[in-house]
């Protein structure tokens, strides 16, 4: 079972920054929480992962709570292409599964 | 992603037929990954190898057999397909486990069982 609960979707205005929730309140110490989007029937893409500092590269920044039992996905800028399912994982063992859960299905609208 | 490619990209075949995909990577990654993805169950683990010769099962991986002889290629078999496994599928690989490193995906493979 994944161990993530995410919203199922979201909206967002073109231009704003869009923050997408994930829950993950299981998470052992040694666990990262990743993040991957799939846009239309591509294969999904790899945006950002953490463990228990903030994260920020070209794409996003990912905001982990002190407990890390929640994270937000930022997108600071929202464009049209970035409408897409938005996976939060965190991986389920040492063998390097990763187990996709629902995602969130974010629409940025002109 | 130039640094793998699946193929067929798309299929059709009949009930009971034997079927073969391909995934072939140019990273020279250690682990490979395939997943099924359909409407209501977002991405699903088949099985997945973590070595030449060395393969697992995933949570879904009835009616489906793998094989890794090369680095390069993972190979995905339904040994008779049925229609439940009309899907996209698709293929990953990661360059460590024990991960900080992120999965690249591939484009898919649609396949059609009728």
């Known amino acids: 079972d994944a161990k993530t609960t995410q919203p199922p979707s979201m909206d967002c205005a073109e231009g704003r920054a869009a923050n997408l929730p994930c829950n993950h309140s299981?998470?052992?110490?040694?666990?990262?929480v990743y993040w991957y989007r799939q846009i239309h029937s591509q294969g999904p893409q790899y945006i950002i992962h953490?463990?228990?500092n903030n994260e920020t590269n070209e794409m996003a920044s990912l905001i982990i709570t002190e407990d890390r039992k929640s994270s937000t996905l930022i997108l600071p800028h929202a464009t049209l292409r970035d409408t897409a399912v938005y996976y939060c994982?965190?991986?389920?063992?040492?063998?390097?599964?990763?187990?996709f859960g629902q995602g969130t299905t974010l629409q940025v609208k002109p | 992603d130039a640094g793998i490619t699946q193929s067929p990209r798309h299929k059709v075949t009949e009930t009971g037929t034997p079927v073969t995909l391909r995934c072939h990577q140019t990273?020279?990654?250690?682990?490979m990954y395939w997943y099924r993805q359909d409407p209501g169950h977002g991405l699903r683990l088949i099985h997945y190898?973590?070595?030449?010769?060395?393969?697992d099962k995933g949570e879904v991986s009835d009616g489906y057999s793998v094989s890794r002889s090369k680095t390069e290629d993972f190979l995905l078999t339904l040994e008779s397909a049925t229609s439940s496994q009309t899907s996209v599928y698709f293929c990953?690989?990661?360059?460590?486990?024990?991960?900080?490193?992120?999965?690249?995906f591939g484009s898919g493979t649609r396949l059609t069982v009728v």
């Open positions: 990953a690989i990661s360059e460590q486990d024990r991960v900080i490193y992120g999965y690249t």
């Open positions: 299981t998470i052992s110490g040694n666990e990262y």
């Open positions: 953490g463990l228990k």
């Open positions: 994982i965190v991986r389920v063992d040492n063998t390097g599964k990763l187990i």
């Open positions: 990273e020279n990654h250690r682990y």
């Open positions: 190898s973590y070595g030449v010769k060395d393969t």
